[in-house]
DNA sequence: GCCGTTTTCGGCCCGACTGTTTTCAGTCG
């Protein structure tokens, strides 16, 4: 949720009821949430916002329809209160006076300042309390004038812990975008799998469940106890770790910097609108003497998985399981899965040698009547209810795919030629690859111009029958990313549109689209999909990580509208851009996609050859949004692919 | 604020860690 933008509540639509669409009742009704936090209100008050805001952003049906059909109040998290205060902001365009008055009366300095790791709203209220503090600013001139080490209940760990949390928010937005993640966390992992007697190690945390943005690192490495002091040492002597933070029996807490990388720290190429977005040159040196936290957790064999799966979390599905583990007289927590009438007032490691046995996670979901639940899925967002029903998807892996669609080449703003992409793509074993430079409205990108497309696609047809006559199962398809312009037109006529195997249609001013509001927005997109001519929507929100928010969109209504052109035999799909900076169809929207009908392709944004491993990233995503082979369209052979493309209606 | 119900209010997941205390509050996951 925005940070840097201040929260505001939205205005009511002037052409009338719903006055207020799904996203943003949900957005609001977590923001009123953090206001109440900030305001010391009942925990569990607050939680009623968050799940609210939860069932709100992942309703399936149109919120406007659940509404009039007097069902709202039966949403599991949508009681009499929240109930009346959305009906009334839909219907009648008003929000109630509470949540004004917070919005008004909390400075937004306060928001941001629960960025700061282990700073959280009690501490925030009372900083604004006692010193009159209302933003980070303030804060800092406070933490070096030594005013907070002289307050109650803070003192000079405190005052030192605030002003490195200003630093990491000030770097990394605090969090850390999962490519980045998962290399740090593979070559710790690495590392510490290497230490003798390390018999087990995993990373845990959001990385395994593929979050596309991170916190810190939780690793949790099982050994025999008796080893457990050598190989905390030994792990404190790794390279690449700048700092310890603590270092217990169990928990050892360390800063890690790119000297734990073997070869220099290597961003690769970035895309020149993507690098803008998260802070041009700056940003590339950041990274290159950035630093990242992990946990690492040191546990015996019997304990591992236990201690894996609830470091892997997520907290909401950890809530469910533990209610589910106290629904059979059992408890669970990060030791094991202990029954109640065993260990009476014994708590923590003392009660876990009760713990019945599990030899892996796998033996947790048995014992709790569930069916093995991956991490990517472990979001409390329905896989309990699948799991008991046995009706868990059986998720896409990167080996299903057969190519790709969404490339680039050095004719827009590639650094790789045509050749040099398809010989790459051949090398990764694919049968296909889509090339789809950049179109003419985009000047800045080196937009193609109509002839130079159609020379482009010479080009191809030559290449193609040559592979044919050669007896190579591989082909190139052609295609464009087309710019959507103006009240969603394409950018080349459509005698030209009609030579090509597909469209990618895109968004790219995006400056102008984050100044229009999401009715706007949604209405140039129904355009852009119902034109004839276009195949896929590409990075559907123009978001990138740690970089910018998208533009304001209805996205439901656009997938529903592509379900139905689907329905009619006209094949419109959407894209998980996979590069790591945009990760865009959000795997939030993905299963609902797959509801709906419309298929995905899983398409890298490749702007050179090392690009086009980022399809792995799109899995992960595709994942993580529930998705099968079945619905991803780039697992098809290029004759089912050819006969797709040409359902253009 | 929601939920469920012994239908009107009590419980809402749970433990570790940290830094501040001298028994605990705040934060995190």
């Known amino acids: ?50 799940n609210g805001s939860r069932t709100i952003s992942n309703l ?20 009499k209160g929240l109930g009346s205060s959305i009906r009334r902001a839909v219907l009648d365009g008003e929000w109630v006076e509470d949540w004004i008055e917070l919005f008004e009366s909390t400075p937004n300095g306060l928001i941001e300042m629960l960025g700061i790791p282990n700073l959280g709203p009690k501490r925030i209220k009372l900083l604004n309390e006692k010193l009159g503090i209302s933003n980070i600013a303030e804060l800092q001139i406070s933490c070096e004038k030594h005013e907070i080490e002289e307050l109650d209940g803070f003192g000079k760990k405190s005052q030192q812990k605030i002003i490195d949390g ?4 000030k770097r ?49 490495v099982g050994a025999e106890i008796k080893f457990h002091e050598t190989i905390s040492n030994s792990i404190l002597s790794l390279p690449g770790i700048a700092d310890v933070k603590g270092a217990g029996g169990s928990k050892i807490s360390v800063i890690l910097d790119t000297s734990i990388f073997e070869n220099k720290f290597n961003l690769g190429n970035i895309d020149d609108g993507v690098l803008e977005a998260i802070g041009g040159d700056e940003y590339e040196k950041m990274e290159a003497s950035g630093t990242i936290d992990a946990q690492i957790r040191l546990v015996s064999l019997n304990m591992f998985p236990f201690t894996l799966a609830y470091f892997t979390g997520s907290k909401e599905h950890n809530i469910r399981m533990r209610q589910r583990a106290l629904d059979r007289g059992l408890k669970l927590n990060e030791f094991g899965l202990i029954p109640l009438d065993k260990i009476e007032n014994k708590v923590g490691i003392e009660a876990a040698k009760y ?60 650094e790789a030629t045509l050749e040099q992409m398809s010989d790459a793509a051949r090398k990764l074993n694919w049968k296909y690859l889509g090339i789809s430079d950049h179109s003419q409205s985009l000047k800045i990108a080196n937009g193609l111009s109509p002839q130079e497309l159609i020379a482009q696609g010479d080009i191809i047809k030559k290449y193609n029958s040559e592979w044919k006559q050669s007896n190579t199962n591989f082909r ?109 169809l959000d795997w939030r929207l993905c299963k609902f996609a797959k509801m709906c009908g419309v298929p995905i392709s899983i398409n ?8 086009l491993k980022d399809v792995k990233f799109g899995t992960y995503i595709a994942r993580k949004g529930w998705l099968e082979k079945s619905d991803i369209i780039n697992t098809k052979d290029s004759i089912e692919v050819m006969e797709l493309f040409s359902k253009r209606g």
């Open 604 to 611: 890298p944004d490749a702007h050179d050859i090392s690009g």
């Open 172 to 220: 990394f937005n605090a969090r850390r975008r999962l490519d980045i993640g998962l290399l740090y966390g593979n070559a710790l992992k690495n590392l510490i799998g290497n230490i003798d007697h390390v018999e087990k190690i995993e990373l845990a945390g959001s990385a395994r469940r593929r979050k596309e943005s991170i916190g810190d690192l939780d690793l949790v």
């Open 60 to 79: 399936n049906d149109d919120l406007g329809d659940i509404i009039n059909t007097g069902k709202l109040t039966e949403l599991k998290g949508i009681g």
């Open 355 to 414: 713990s019945l046995e599990a030899k892996s996670e796998k033996d947790i979901y048995k014992m709790l009547d569930l069916p093995y639940i991956v991490p990517e899925l472990r979001e409390d967002l329905g896989e309990i209810e699948e799991g008991e029903k046995n009706n868990l998807p059986e998720l896409v892996t990167s080996n299903s795919l057969l190519g790709a669609f969404h490339n680039h080449t050095t004719l827009s703003d590639g």
């Open 1 to 50: 949720m925005g940070s840097g933008t201040p929260w505001k509540l939205p205005k009511a639509r002037a052409k009338g009821s719903p006055y207020f669409s799904r996203n943003q009742i949900s957005k609001v009704l977590h923001q009123v949430g953090v206001l109440l936090e900030l305001n010391g209100a009942n925990p569990f008050r607050t939680r009623s916002y968050f």
């Open 476 to 584: 190139v398809f052609h295609g464009v990313e087309s710019d959507i312009l103006e009240n969603g037109k394409l950018d080349y006529k459509n005698e030209i549109l009609e030579t090509l195997d597909y469209v990618v249609a895109s968004v790219h001013a995006i400056r102008k689209w984050k100044n229009r509001d999401e009715a706007e927005n949604t209405e140039d997109l129904f355009n852009a999909i119902e034109n004839k001519y276009t195949t896929m929507l590409g990075h559907p929100t123009g978001r990138i990580i740690q970089g910018r928010e998208g533009y304001e969109v209805d996205m439901h209504a656009i997938i529903r509208r592509m379900g139905e052109l689907n329905q009619e035999g006209i094949f419109k799909a959407i894209e998980i851009n996979a590069s790591p900076y945009r990760l865009d």
């Open 166 to 169: 200003i630093q990491l928010l």
